[in-house]
């Protein structure tokens, strides 16, 4: 039995119909290097997602690889319930202080889905322990935050939640900006607040970017506006940047872009630049102090991960930053980013596609018509022949690459689309 045939014969694959592969090849990865991976006969493929966005600097990079390395003889994992670790320590600080707008405090997990269920949580147990019963969360229309229970609640795509409806949290939702104007938008987050706000705990978004929401892109001017209706009403606000994080938007955090601060902002993804599971949540020390009484009072926020602040995934996650502070990532990003833009705008040639969008490192288009029930499959399918990974939104095409590619590259994955839209 070849590898292909082993895996389907025991694995059950992440968000997807396994019914598709018997006509949609499984390809196994041997290596990858870079902004390429291999398979079994040498066929190369240009990772244009980072593997699921998680990817900054490369497939096996070699700054992060040799901390990891340096780290395993040390120490591998230590509970961090009572003990702790330099790696930690140190990481924990360097984030505070690049989030800056006083996030002091940071409680880790290992996964974006798990820091959303801690912040959910967090925020509900500060306004009991202020005496106050609140139970609700309020989140964007066309929203996604994962797939766990409370991170499914507080989303807004149905192909991923319709199914779990009974399961899930009671919520809000409010409507996300569609271009610039965002007034009537602010108009009914105020209504929701007016009549909702002793029920609401925190209003969940992701800042600049909902991007399992088909890569929707909308003002900061907005997000700033909404955090400060919310704190007029108590409501507290939860950044996920989990997908928008380490330089995704052009700056550090999307944070960066507004002038209004949350109180908690969720972290993953290319926090450990794509090698090892982390996710982190930073808040303030006014939430913190919430929590802090004598046990005997049953403050204490009473949640935890077996793989909570792993160690060898803090030092990949120090070397990340590391590779920001040492090599002008971010300045160079802009550069990239512009080149990107150029390129992509030789598709807006083809009618049927439009919508075209980019917010730092990310852009998208979307296929507005086509004879193919599945376009974005049909685009999938044709890039794989092209040595393209390319992973569709249903018909939004999107480009979210690590930042090691080169213009070369840039300009290459658009040839390719061109040939292929030349076709479609």
Not at 116 to 121: C, G, H, Y
Not at 172 to 199: R, W
């Amino acid at each position: 039995m070849n590898l292909k045939e082993l895996d389907l014969e025991h694995i059950w694959h992440p968000c997807t119909q396994m019914k598709d592969h018997e006509n949609v090849p499984l390809i196994p990865i041997k290596k990858a290097k870079g902004v390429w991976l291999y398979d079994f006969d040498d066929k190369r493929y240009l990772d244009c997602i980072s593997s699921w966005w998680v990817n900054l600097f490369g497939h096996c990079n070699e700054k992060i690889a040799n901390a990891i390395k340096k780290q395993v003889d040390e120490l591998e994992h230590v509970i961090l319930a009572g003990f702790t670790h330099e790696p930690i320590i140190k990481l924990s600080a360097r984030l505070c202080e690049k989030v800056g707008r006083d996030f002091n405090k940071c409680f880790y997990a290992d996964n974006g889905s798990s820091a959303v269920e801690i912040a959910l949580k967090m925020s509900f147990h500060y306004h009991l322990n202020q005496g106050l019963k609140k139970n609700k969360f309020l989140s964007l229309s066309n929203s996604y935050h994962g797939e766990t229970l409370g991170a499914l609640s507080v989303g807004d795509v149905a192909l991923y939640k319709d199914t779990y409806n009974p399961l899930l949290l009671e919520c809000l939702n409010t409507p996300v900006p569609k271009n610039k104007d965002y007034q009537e938008e602010l108009f009914v987050l105020k209504g929701i607040l007016e009549k909702h706000s002793s029920e609401i705990c925190a209003f969940i978004l992701e800042p600049l970017v909902q991007c399992a929401g088909n890569m929707h892109m909308y003002e900061a001017g907005f997000i700033d506006e909404a955090i400060k209706l919310c704190h007029e009403f108590n409501v507290q606000v939860i950044f996920d940047e989990i997908a928008v994080g380490f330089g995704r938007t052009g700056t550090l955090f999307a944070l960066h872009q507004c002038k209004q601060s949350p109180d908690f902002i969720c972290l993953s993804k290319g926090i450990t630049g794509g090698f090892m599971p982390l996710s982190v949540v930073l808040t303030k020390d006014e939430i913190y102090q919430a929590f802090y009484a004598p046990y005997k009072d049953y403050k204490a926020f009473l949640h935890s991960h077996s793989y909570t602040g792993n160690t060898l995934a803090c030092a990949a996650a120090n070397a990340v930053l590391d590779i920001f502070e040492n090599e002008n990532i971010l300045e160079k990003n802009k550069i990239l980013s512009t080149f990107i833009q150029q390129e992509f705008s030789r598709l807006k040639k083809f009618d049927f596609l439009g919508n075209f969008r980019t917010c730092g490192m990310i852009s998208a288009f979307d296929i507005l018509n086509a004879k193919y029930e599945r376009a974005g499959l049909e685009v999938f399918k044709r890039a794989l022949k092209k040595d393209l990974l390319l992973r569709p939104l249903a018909n939004t095409i999107y480009f979210m690459p690590p930042y090691v590619i080169t213009k070369e590259q840039i300009s290459y994955v658009v040839d390719s689309l061109e040939q292929i839209f030349n076709d479609f």
